[in-house]
């Protein structure tokens, strides 16, 4: 009886330590869901930073603390600071695919890898943009339902078709698949990512110019 009242013990104990980790997740997606600041998204990364120390064998932690700064990252004109901030955020992402490799993770390092590209793109885009693309195309074989993947991959396009004055419609054909997935995608509490709708409707509207 005791081995068994012990037993039921650990796993409450175990189940209230998941709960309060998950707790702690959601709550930080909220504060990066209002984020709209470059203030805030580093409270954000200092924020899943902590998460992330106690929570060493967590991918999550690890992701949100590198999508906080790649955010920051799209905020700033400083190119020495752009530069230090987003190789912070490669390394989180590249820690965190040591933990899971997945298409959320590697979707995240091609976004980061994206954002590295726009500090110099007449001379990185040669060497960084085969990268971008064999990463966004991993991340959407690895989960072809994955609308992040998808968005980012059509964003590449964009921005590509947009420096060499091509047609717009492989981009924004990606950009529609990810918003219709989106748009099938029921609304629930997770602490898996889930943001991106606002940047694909941003995104087609474009396209719909």
């Known amino acids: 009886m005791k081995t068994v009242l012990m037993i039921l013990m650990l796993v409450a104990g175990s189940a209230a330590a998941q709960s309060k980790y998950e707790a702690a997740v959601l709550k930080g997606k909220d504060l990066l869901k209002a984020a709209d600041d470059q203030e805030a998204y580093m409270g954000c990364a200092n924020y899943f930073e902590r998460i992330a120390q106690k929570e060493s064998k967590e991918w999550l932690p690890l992701y949100y603390h590198s999508l906080s700064l790649t955010l920051w990252g799209t905020r700033e004109t400083n190119p020495g600071t752009k530069e230090k901030v987003l190789n912070d955020a490669l390394a989180l992402v590249q820690n965190a695919k040591k933990i899971e490799k997945n298409s959320e993770l590697v979707a995240l390092e091609g976004f980061v890898q994206m954002m590295r590209l726009t500090v110099d793109p007449a001379t990185r885009g040669q060497t960084l943009s085969p990268t971008i693309y064999a990463l966004f195309g991993e991340a959407i074989a690895l989960d072809p339902e994955n609308p992040r993947a ?12 947009q420096f060499f004055g091509s047609g717009f419609e492989k981009a924004c054909g990606y ?26 409707e941003a995104s087609l509207a474009h396209c719909n110019q």
């Open 150 to 161: 998808v968005l980012l991959m059509g964003q590449m396009e964009f921005g590509t078709a």
């Open 175 to 200: 950009i529609q698949r990810a918003y219709d997935i989106f748009e099938q995608t029921p609304d629930e509490l997770t602490t898996l990512p889930t943001w991106g709708k606002g940047m694909a």
